[in-house]
């Protein structure tokens, strides 16, 4: 989502922040509209937290 919206004319205007487990990422529209994205990848979020 956030490479498209930089291939249409948006900046990303921080720079990705890797958790491991969660990315969160922020785009800034042609509009000037901040979208913050985030995913969460809920296996490995089990795993580095040793819950079920």
Same mark, same amino acid.
């Given at each position: 989502?956030?490479?498209?919206?930089?291939?249409? *004319? *948006?900046?990303?205007?921080?720079?990705?922040?890797?958790?491991?487990?969660?990315?969160? %990422?922020?785009?800034?529209?042609?509009?000037?509209?901040?979208?913050?994205?985030?995913?969460?990848?809920?296996?490995?979020?089990?795993?580095?937290?040793? %819950?079920?």
């Amino acid at each position: 989502m956030i490479e498209k919206g930089i291939k249409a *004319g *948006g900046t990303e205007s921080t720079p990705m922040i890797d958790e491991g487990f969660m990315q969160v %990422r922020n785009i800034e529209d042609l509009d000037g509209h901040n979208w913050g994205i985030i995913y969460l990848d809920i296996d490995k979020f089990k795993q580095m937290t040793k %819950r079920s």
